[in-house]
């Protein structure tokens, strides 16, 4: 199973906003709206950050939210901040009935 | 307080077999799917395999597809995955996912699979 793509690394600034894309096909991504994203700090149990496309559960800041076009998924925190330095992973339900998460993305807050 | 805890894991000679235990509390276990899911060393995530709340459905990668066998046990709150002629490429932390629309919102800490000779 090839996973989504996504960027190995993003960087930006405290208070800028950051995007993070994760490509998938029409099998995917493009197909279900069952596309989530997680938040994984070093040594730290994964956190589920978005889910269904644009959904956040409680406690979850508003600053996180998620979009999708196409077979393109994307995940924009805006306002930086340095708590946000992690890795992040997206995940899609597959046609194939099975799911499959993006490679990761080591966000850097300068 | 949502609880889930993964035991079972260990080092395991290749071909050889082990089987993970999860046990769940905080939630009404009979209402949930759950998932394992794993993350070798320095890699990514890697879903492996799905059981609906019913059982009436399951899914497995195809990378464990044949080797590996997703139970569970809604009396006891549990889930467990048995996972026989193990590789190399199986060496991970082994993580008791809980499932909600294909979202992961609940982590076990995990247990790290080793399979070395």
């Known amino acids: 199973q090839s996973a989504l793509t996504q960027p190995a690394s993003v960087s930006g600034s405290p208070g800028q906003p950051i995007t993070i894309s994760c490509a998938g096909t029409s099998s995917d991504v493009g197909a279900y709206n069952f596309v989530s994203w997680y938040q994984v700090h070093p040594g730290k149990v994964p956190k589920l950050m978005i889910y269904e496309v644009s959904n956040r559960p409680s406690g979850i800041s508003s600053r996180f939210s998620g979009f999708k076009s196409g077979n393109t998924a994307s995940l924009t925190i805006s306002g930086l901040q340095a708590e946000d330095e992690a890795d992040y992973y997206c995940s899609s339900f597959r046609s194939s009935g099975t799911l499959v998460f993006g490679g990761g993305t080591r966000l850097t807050v300068l | 307080e949502v609880l889930l805890v993964e035991s079972g894991g260990g080092l395991v000679q290749p071909g050889g077999s082990l089987r993970l235990s999860c046990e769940a509390s905080g939630f009404i276990f009979s209402h949930y799917s759950m998932n394992w899911v794993r993350q070798a060393p320095g890699r990514g995530l890697e879903w492996v395999s799905y059981?609906?709340?019913?059982?009436?459905?399951?899914y497995y990668a195809d990378s464990v597809r044949g080797r590996f066998t997703i139970s569970r046990d809604n009396a006891r709150g549990s889930v467990y995955l048995q996972m026989n002629s193990l590789r190399d490429e199986d060496t991970a932390v082994y993580y008791c996912?809980?499932?909600?629309?294909?979202?992961?919102?609940?982590w076990g800490q995990g247990t790290l699979v080793t399979v070395s000779s």
């Open positions: 059981m609906t709340s019913d059982l009436a459905t399951i």
């Open positions: 996912v809980r499932g909600v629309q294909w979202g992961f919102d609940n």
